[in-house]
Structure formats: structure tokens, C-alpha cells
């Protein structure tokens, strides 16, 4: 398997774990517990970083197809190279710092290493135009 699809593998694997962060804060909170193995029809107030870990895991579900397409893309194609590689590799690893910045509140951090995923994906779509 070329690092293209493992960067991929990982980072589906990235994107289902984030939740888990938000999950153990919840059992941690009074009632958290309850409420999180319950209907969920009440609001339950949660720490703001339970809601940046949300909003980080959403920010992953919608950068996870683009970068799925462009990797696939480049795999079936036989356009997978060094230059894929290295952008599968910046674009799951500034995801992970993505996640990581977000949950603690760093706004313009969080945003520079947005861009610098973004960057990893132009560099697999560079080879394929």
C-alpha cells in the first residue's frame, strides 16, 4: 500500500477517534454520563472545549472527502508519487494539529494549520492537473 492511501487510512482513523475526546470530557461532568447514555432530549451545558472538539471533528468530516477524492484519484490513476506522498503526509499531520489547537482555543493557529492541510491537498492536486 502507497503512503497516499495509508496517510488516508490514518486519517479516517484520525477522524473517527476525535470523537472519543469529547465523549471521555462528557463522563467526566456531573450527569454527563447519564445524559450522554440517555435520549438526549434536554440540553446538557458542556465546557467550551467539548464544543471546539465537536466543531473540530465536523471540520475533519468535511475536509476527509476532498482529500479521500484526491488520493484515490491519484492511486487509480497511477499519478501517485513522491510529491502525493509528502502532501498525504502534511495534510494528516496539520489535521492532527488542527484538532489539537482547535481544542484548546488557539484561533489563529487553528486557522494557519487549516491552511497549511489545505496546502497538502494542492500538492496532490498539482500532480493531477
Request: glycine share 6%.
Amino acid at each position: 500500500m502507497t503512503i497516499d492511501l495509508w496517510m488516508l487510512e490514518l486519517s479516517a482513523l484520525w477522524c473517527v477517534s476525535i470523537p472519543m475526546i469529547s465523549v471521555a470530557g462528557l463522563m467526566r461532568l456531573p450527569g454527563g454520563q447519564a445524559w450522554g447514555l440517555g435520549n438526549r432530549d434536554t440540553p446538557f451545558a458542556v465546557p467550551a472545549w467539548i464544543e471546539r472538539t465537536r466543531r473540530a471533528h465536523n471540520n475533519m468530516v468535511e475536509n476527509l472527502a476532498p482529500f479521500a477524492v484526491l488520493i484515490l484519484v491519484a492511486h487509480v490513476t497511477g499519478k501517485a508519487n513522491a510529491t502525493t506522498a509528502l502532501g498525504a503526509q502534511i495534510f494528516f499531520a496539520a489535521r492532527i494539529a488542527h484538532t489539537a489547537v482547535y481544542v484548546a482555543g488557539v484561533p489563529v493557529v487553528r486557522t494557519l494549520v487549516f491552511f497549511v492541510a489545505t496546502a497538502g491537498e494542492l500538492m496532490i492536486l498539482a500532480q493531477l492537473l
